[in-house]
């Protein structure tokens, strides 16, 4: 299920068969340029064991003129923000191996700047939360569905405060 | 007063009398011989020598025959009160003068056959003397002396005798009660006495009391003492038997259950007084077989088989059944009842108790509703995340439609194959909260599937391989819905026990009836590599509010889960190790065939 249109290290996913590069950007992995430029589009990874959440996620972010990458594990989350840099990673909470509070916490040591967004399906994350929060770990959480509007706004938002 | 047809006293008395009297007897005896032997050497040698004078006063006159000068020779015997008869005699043997002491004149008695060689005869004849002694003169026989005299001097000596005898018999019996009198005093006094206060003391029950002790220290002083010892242990185990009892009453009454106690006969003797105040019964009404009449008459019929039973074999009684209080509501009891055995093993009174499970019956069927509510949100939340993901994969797709008018179509159809997934899953969830009354068919291996797919994204996350070993039909008659909530719950905790990559094992076939277990059924084995239970978790993990995960879980599905089986009449087994390196566990659950099912 790993199949992407920029590199096989991108673990994007083939949303409707066809590749989707990003516009704009060179490939990722390849490009020296890895700091974020004022003005510049925004990079956001999506984090979604649903492949279909993720896909359609990335297709709604890049039909509003963001650069979006989509991936379904926690490793390959870290592993393409290592090489990427993104400026916002939104992320399901409850996933196989790492979840997406680990993910954020992961993210924030290698990239302070990066802003994390949690989103959710299920109750029992809020224990998740609080947990992350007493040991100074505080994520902005959706819960699901999110309406793509309000993701849209939300993401904007984030992308245009200064870090 | 003990009153002795022979008493002791009694005995002792006439213990005298016959060694008093018996040795005077042979006293007397010997003596009444030795004075009869003296007596009569005595008389002999008496009437010899009268013989002798006689004889020589008479030579001359017979050699002169003068008869006259002899009988005025024998006169002289008169003063002799005994001689009856003296005469003298020729030699020719013709009489020649004589004395009577009652005839006069004399009259001549014949003489005996005498031979004049003879010196001397003498003999005993009808209670007289008889002497015969020939008169010598120069050697030469003259006459012959014939003196006769009666025993009436013996006889005066014997009745002296006899008075004196009589006497110092008389003066003995004197003694010999005087004797008693003490003896009783001594003797069988204080042994009455003694009798009298044992007799008091086991018919008063009054162990305080002692027997008066005796200044002596023979035998009954001992007697006396080792009797009043015995009476302090018998006071002080009394005492102790005493505590005990009203230890045991105290107990009975306050414990909650009502008590009794029965005779091996199965007659009640003893019940508490919670049991009269619960049925509003009196000590009369109950006694015997009278605890029939508290009894719901429908069951009596089942509870008499069982005590019965009970009653025959020995083997404790154990039943749930109504009894009517005293305000004519009846109350779930559970009865329970154990023989109580003698040193020989026989039983001799049965003790029960009758605890009140109404209120019991009524928490844990709170319990189960509070279980079955909380179960029912966790299976809530869980099928709301189960509908939000493709809901949140519709909304996204109804966006990318209206904003990409040209790939609308490719979208539009995405979203109706997650509007067909979201349909599914009420479909399947929709069987948790839809149960009929009546036991009905449930296709066990559909039911598993329904469950797995709930389950599906969390076994997913683990990585977890299920193998589900069933196939063809495996049907049983009973509570879907139930069976589906017991199949959740343990598939549920199977993955809350597995760890990344784990494996569970689902496996459901057909018991056939004659295997031996006796029962047709179907047996549903659910199987996991994970954590395992310890041997001191496994017993417990069946009791309500008994939880490993203390966050989330209410410690309650375990044990729903073994009561919605048990209701259907199934047993649910647990096998696990929780043996470092090789844990795993399983549980095992068998629903019999014919779809009985207890109501809940």
Not at chain 2, 265 to 280: A, D, I, P, Q
Request: with cysteine.
């Amino acid at each position: 299920m790993v199949a992407s249109c920029q590199s096989s290290s991108i673990p994007a996913f083939p949303l409707f068969g066809e590749p989707t590069p990003v516009p704009g950007q060179p490939n990722p992995v390849f490009s020296k340029e890895n700091q974020v430029e004022e003005g510049k589009k925004a990079r956001i990874i999506v984090v979604d064991d649903e492949a279909l959440i993720a896909e359609t996620v990335v297709e709604i972010l890049k039909d509003e003129g963001f650069e979006a990458a989509g991936v379904s594990t926690g490793t390959s989350a870290i592993e393409l923000a290592r090489d990427w840099r993104p400026d916002i990673v939104l992320s399901d909470v409850i996933l196989p191996g790492l979840n997406g509070i680990e993910i954020g916490i992961r993210i924030r040591e290698m990239f302070p700047s990066c802003r994390i967004i949690l989103f959710s399906g299920q109750a029992a994350t809020l224990d998740l939360l609080e947990k992350a929060r007493e040991q100074g770990h505080t994520f902005d959480i959706l819960a699901k569905p999110v309406k793509p509007e309000q993701l849209v706004r939300l993401i904007r938002a984030q992308s245009n405060r200064p870090s | 007063m003990i009153r002795l047809k022979d008493s002791l006293s009694r005995k002792l008395t006439a213990m005298n009398m016959l060694v008093s009297a018996g040795a005077l007897l042979l006293a007397s005896v010997v003596f009444f011989g030795y004075e009869l032997t003296t007596y009569r050497t005595n008389l002999i040698a008496n009437r010899m020598t009268e013989a002798e004078i006689i004889g020589a006063n008479s030579v001359s006159p017979l050699i002169f025959n003068d008869p006259k000068a002899v009988e005025g020779t024998l006169a002289a015997l008169r003063a002799s009160r005994h001689i009856t008869y003296a005469a003298i005699y020729t030699v020719a043997g013709h009489f020649f003068a004589g004395y009577s002491r009652d005839q006069k004149p004399s009259r001549a008695l014949p003489l005996p056959a005498f031979e004049l060689g003879e010196e001397s005869r003498n003999w005993f004849e009808h209670g007289e003397f008889a002497l015969l002694q020939t008169i010598q003169f120069q050697g030469k026989p003259v006459g012959v002396v014939y003196i006769r005299s009666d025993l009436g001097a013996i006889y005066d000596r014997l009745k002296g005798y006899g008075i004196i005898l009589l006497a110092i018999m008389g003066m003995s019996l004197i003694a010999a009660l005087a004797l008693s009198r003490l003896a009783q005093r001594a003797i069988s006094a204080p042994i009455v006495n003694l009798a009298n206060t044992a007799r008091h003391i086991s018919r008063d029950k009054d162990y305080s009391v002692r027997a008066a002790i005796t200044r002596d220290h023979d035998e009954v002083a001992l007697l006396i003492r080792a009797f009043n010892e015995m009476l302090l242990e018998i006071e002080k185990r009394d005492g102790a038997l005493q505590d005990r009892e009203r230890q045991f009453r105290t107990l009975a009454d306050s414990i909650p259950q009502l008590a009794w106690m029965a005779e091996p006969s199965g007659e009640l003797f003893w019940y508490n007084h919670r049991w009269y105040e619960f049925t509003g019964t009196s000590p009369e009404e109950m006694a015997g077989w009278g605890w029939r009449a508290v009894h719901d008459p429908e069951m009596l019929g089942a509870v008499l088989i069982k005590w019965r039973e009970s009653l025959a074999t020995g083997k404790p009684f154990d039943m749930i059944f109504p009894l009517r209080g005293k305000d004519g509501t009846y109350r779930q009891f559970l009865t329970l009842a154990l023989p109580v055995r003698n040193a020989q093993g026989e039983v001799v009174r049965w003790f029960g108790t009758n605890t009140d499970m109404t209120d019991q019956q009524r928490s844990e069927e709170a319990l189960r509703r509070t279980e079955k509510l909380a179960a029912t949100g966790r299976l809530a939340a869980s099928i709301a995340h189960e509908i939000n993901n493709p809901l949140e994969a519709v909304t996204n797709l109804v966006y990318l439609a209206r904003k990409q008018p040209a790939n609308a179509q490719k979208y539009l159809e995405l979203a109706d194959q997650e509007l067909d997934r979201i349909a599914q899953i009420t479909k399947n969830t929709l069987g948790f909260y839809r149960d009929t009354d009546a036991p009905h068919e449930v296709d066990i291996s559909r039911v598993l599937e329904e469950v797995l797919t709930l389950y599906a994204r969390k076994i997913r996350f683990k990585k977890i391989t299920v193998r589900s070993e069933y196939g063809g039909e495996i049907k049983t008659l009973g509570y879907s819905g139930e069976i589906r909530q017991v199949f959740a719950n343990l598939i549920s905790n199977a993955i809350e026990a597995l760890a990344e990559n784990g494996k569970l094992r689902i496996r459901a076939s057909k018991i056939a009836g004659n295997n031996g277990s006796g029962h047709a059924g179907v047996r549903i084995t659910f199987m996991d590599n994970g954590t395992g239970i310890p041997l001191a978790d496994q017993k417990k993990i069946f009791e309500p509010f008994y939880t490993t995960k203390k966050d989330t879980g209410t410690g309650l599905g375990l044990w729903l889960t073994l009561q919605l089986v048990e209701k259907h009449h199934g047993q649910l087994r647990l096998r696990s190790s929780a043996e470092p390196g090789r844990t795993w566990t399983a549980f095992s659950v068998f629903l019999p065939q014919h779809g009985e099912t207890t109501k809940i």
